[in-house]
């Protein structure tokens, strides 16, 4: 029903930023929050933000507030994760993750992209 794909990653030096973005496609209706995952090799899949898509309500995790930002696009259907003063521990694959209602639990969200690569070096 709804399909998500990921694209912006890459490799950074400390200190720089990156913009993701992830598209979506199909019956996107009930899709109500659009979130941002990441995973880093050893770690468990952890939330970054998240956006309530008919209010633009905004959440993040600690690790990132005043770093991040994520935002919409609705023309294009297309939601961001700016990324700036990158760390080294942001290394991992982002993922944007799907669902009807918004939480940080991974299990939540029902439709998931493929992931993109973000290395971040000092």
């Known amino acids: 029903q709804v399909q998500l794909v990921e694209s912006g990653g890459g490799s950074v030096q400390a200190g720089g930023s990156l913009r993701l973005s992830c598209a979506a496609s199909?019956?996107?209706?009930?899709?109500?929050?659009i979130a941002w995952f990441r995973q880093a090799p050893g770690k468990e899949r952890e939330g970054v933000a998240r956006i309530y898509r008919p209010s633009y309500t905004t959440y993040y995790t600690d690790s990132v507030k005043g770093r991040f930002t994520i935002s919409q696009d609705n023309a294009k259907k297309t939601v961001y994760l700016q990324m700036n003063s990158l760390k080294v521990e942001d290394t991992a694959m982002y993922y944007c993750?799907?669902?009807?209602?918004?939480?940080?639990?991974?299990?939540?969200?029902?439709?998931w992209g493929q992931g993109t690569q973000v290395t971040v070096s000092s």
């Open positions: 993750a799907a669902a009807m209602s918004c939480s940080w639990a991974p299990s939540s969200f029902n439709y």
């Open positions: 199909g019956y996107t209706y009930s899709s109500y929050c």
